[in-house]
T-cell receptor, first 114, second 114 residues
Framework: DAGVIQSPRHEVTEMGQEVTLRCKPI?????LFWYRQTMMRGLELLIY????????DSGMPEDRFSAKMPNASFSTLKIQPSEPRDSAVYFC????????????FGPGTRLTVL | QQQVKQSPQSLIVQKGGISIINCAYE??????FPWYQQFPGKGPALLIA?????SEKKEGRFTISFNKSAKQFSLHIMDSQPGDSATYFC?????????????FGAGTRLFVKA
């Protein structure tokens, strides 16, 4: 299996622009997680899905952030409008169970908002 | 407060030495305690995990010690090697009313000197 696939790997954008991050989970995994990693706040869970349904989005920082999972093999995390403080590495992870089992992380998307 | 406190922030160990990283949690609902290893430019990868029904788990050179009453757990890396140089994150997961929570520690940057 190719593992969790994320695109793009790097994104540089200007403040106010819309940013869309993409994730393809491992086939057969029912859970998908979006994380944000920064030096200041470490690794934070933003939202997770079970069978394409958002279960908990309490980690989403603001209404500017939204996530969708239209099918079992694709998810997006959108930031609109983007701000410099959104600069971080965003990881997608998938699992066959909820957080009480191994999560397989993608390589991440490094987002820089100028 | 649902926190996982990890120490030390950084660690330098001689090749062949023992690396020890400690974590403490607050929420007794946590019931899964994984350790993740992250290399620069990569996503975290599960190293070893433990559930509270055991006090120790060993996999090769890596051992988790778990103290349920003290709400503490630690990672021991025996015979540390330069290839072990990475950032290590402890985490705690458990169910709560909204679903589950996975809280990560702030990370420990390990450098093993050859």
């Amino acid at each position: 299996d190719a593992g969790v696939i994320q695109s793009p790997r790097h994104e540089v954008t200007e403040m106010g622009q819309e940013v869309t991050l993409r994730c393809k989970p491992i086939s057969g995994h029912d859970y998908l997680f979006w994380y944000r990693q920064t030096m200041m706040r470490g690794l934070e869970l933003l939202i997770y899905f079970n069978n394409n349904v958002p279960i908990d989005d309490s980690g989403m920082p603001e209404d500017r952030f939204s996530a969708k999972m239209p099918n079992a093999s694709f998810s997006t995390l959108k930031i609109q409008p983007s701000e410099p403080r959104d600069s971080a590495v965003y990881f997608c992870a998938s699992s066959t169970r909820d957080g009480t089992d191994t999560q397989y992380f993608g390589p991440g998307t490094r987002l820089t908002v100028l | 407060q649902q926190q996982v406190k990890q120490s030390p922030q950084s660690l330098i160990v001689q090749k062949g030495g023992i690396s020890i990283i400690n974590c403490a949690y607050e929420n007794t609902a946590f019931d899964y305690f994984p350790w993740y290893q992250q290399f620069p430019g990569k996503g975290p990868a599960l190293l070893i995990a433990i559930r509270p029904d055991v006090s120790e788990k060993k996999e090769g050179r890596f051992t988790i010690s778990f103290n349920k009453s003290a709400k503490q757990f630690s990672l021991h890396i025996m015979d540390s090697q330069p290839g072990d140089s990475a950032t290590y994150f402890c985490a705690a997961s458990g169910l709560y009313t909204g679903g589950f929570k996975t809280i990560f520690g702030a990370g420990t940057r390990l450098f093993v000197k050859a």
